[in-house]
């Protein structure tokens, strides 16, 4: 399909099959009808050229890599009956910069937004009971997993923290027995990193990676230690 650069899908379609679109990548535009409830995996994969799509309500599926690799995506809004966004359904999407959670969205794959390096963005209805976002942190609210986050958007919290000692390089925590040394499932906040965040702002080094901004070595929750954290590469 690489002369394909612009699609609609007829009124009375209601599933586009997995690989339908799989490297049409000269695609821009698609129009999907009002009839449609499903998109399943890799439909939409590697169509470089797609820059925009616009969801009816009637969709309640999106699929495994759905729209993976779609390079040129800079916004997407969820539609309101959605139920299910599964794994990588828009992951390595490299400008993608915002996304809206409708009201009734209930099921987003954790790697739904993997390797979104540009998502600076995600917006939650308010009425929304199951996810909140702020900057680019997307948060289910009922397993306490941490769906996108960077360590620039890891909220940083004011939590007293026993410092015992601390250079340009290096600063060496005392941790608590309870407290979480970095966001993991359940526990997306009250961590030793959410109170690093607030006491070296952004001096910490990204060695550990997007969660774990610093972090060498760990912890468990209910054993108390020192904690040494990288603060220079």
Known sequence: CSSLTSI????????IEEYA???????????????LEKIKGAAFYVCTS????????????????????CDSLTSV???????????????????????????????????????????STITVDERNSRYSGEGNCLIDKKSGTLIKGTNNSIIPEDIPLD?????SDIIVINKPVGMV????????????????MH???????GIGGELRPGIVHRIDKDTSGLVIVALSE
């Open 199 to 205: 006491h070296c702002a952004d001096s910490l080094s």
């Open 163 to 167: 410092v015992v000692y601390e250079d």
């Open 8 to 15: 609609t899908i007829p009124a009375s379609i209601t599933l």
């Open 77 to 119: 809004t969820l539609p309101n009956n959605l139920n299910s966004l599964g794994f990588d359904a828009f992951s390595m999407c490299a400008t993608l910069k915002s996304v809206h959670i409708s009201e009734s969205v209930n099921d987003i794959h954790p790697d739904a937004f993997r390797d979104c390096p540009e998502l």
């Open 21 to 35: 679109f799989f490297r049409c990548e000269n695609l821009k535009t698609v129009s999907l009808p009002n009839s």
């Open 50 to 69: 797609l820059k925009s799509i616009e969801f009816p309500e009637s969709l309640s599926v999106i699929g495994d890599q759905a729209f993976c690799v």
């Open 181 to 196: 040394v970095h966001p993991a499932p359940g526990h997306s906040d009250g961590t030793v990193v959410n109170a690093l």
